[in-house]
């Protein structure tokens, strides 16, 4: 099993910036991709940002292209979202997203708020 947890999240007024942490434990081998999520109220969840253990190569949603970073720590198996030039359509749930070769190969935090202010 794997586990995640994520902090970082909470209220900001548009225009700040927040950073997000996914601590990721367990049996974490075997991993190729993790991943940012969120979703708004009464929205489906969707990809904010992805980073691919082969390469390392990451990928963006058009809308927060420039102004989201997406990176990890190896040594402290984290996964982080710095979000910055925040807008009040950022608010929703970050949820933290790790995909394994393994079955089961799919896992998800808990979620962290993130509220913006205009």
């Known amino acids: 099993q794997v586990q995640l947890v994520e902090s970082g999240g909470g209220l900001v007024q548009a225009g700040g910036s927040l950073t997000l942490s996914c601590a990721a434990s367990?049996?974490?081998?075997?991993?190729?991709?993790m991943a940012w999520y969120r979703q708004a109220p009464g929205e489906e969840r969707v990809l904010v940002a992805a980073f691919s253990w082969n390469g390392g190569s990451t990928d963006y949603a058009d809308s927060v292209k420039g102004r989201f970073t997406i990176s990890r720590d190896n040594a402290k198996n984290t996964l982080y979202l710095q979000m910055n030039s925040l807008k009040p359509e950022d608010t929703a749930i970050y949820y933290c997203?790790?995909?394994?070769?393994?079955?089961?190969?799919?896992?998800w935090g808990q979620g962290t708020q993130v509220t913006v202010s205009s």
């Open positions: 367990g049996r974490t081998f075997n991993t190729y991709r």
């Open positions: 997203n790790l995909l394994k070769t393994d079955i089961p190969g799919n896992y």
